[in-house]
């Protein structure tokens, strides 16, 4: 079992960067699949990006491919979501997840463990 913790969220301008992290508890941390998923209002949670658990294999939504990077820290059990090239449509609420060598990266009823959530807002 593993306990997630997300900071870095805030405000920022359009064409601005930042960088959110999720911190994890447990032992097993390597063994997890771990994914960014967001969620704006009146709209589904949505995949945002995932790194499988090994850590040889990322995946991104189309909308943020290219501008979005997750990456991990095994040694420091966290997970890391890179972003770059902000658009006003990447407002959300920002969620980390994990999912017990997991497989199945972008369906979030998959993944068992979630933060709390970090509110991203991109002004224009």
């Known amino acids: 079992q593993v306990q997630l913790r997300e900071s870095g969220g805030g405000l920022v301008q359009a064409g601005g960067s930042l960088r959110l992290s999720c911190a994890a508890s447990?032992?097993?941390?390597?063994?997890?699949?771990l994914g960014w998923f967001r969620q704006a209002p009146g709209k589904e949670r949505e995949f945002v990006a995932a790194?499988?658990?090994?850590?040889?294999?990322?995946y991104y939504a189309d909308s943020v491919k290219g501008r979005f990077t997750i990456s991990r820290d095994n040694a420091r059990n966290t997970v890391f979501l890179q972003m770059s090239s902000l658009k006003p449509e990447d407002t959300a609420a920002y969620y980390c997840?994990?999912?017990?060598?997991?497989?199945?990266?972008?369906?979030?009823?998959?993944?068992?463990?979630w933060g709390q959530g970090t509110q991203v807002t991109v002004s224009s």
């Open positions: 997840a994990a999912d017990y060598r997991g497989s199945v990266v972008r369906d979030p009823g998959e993944y068992d463990y």
């Open positions: 447990g032992p097993t941390f390597s063994s997890y699949t």
């Open positions: 790194i499988r658990w090994g850590g040889i294999y990322t």
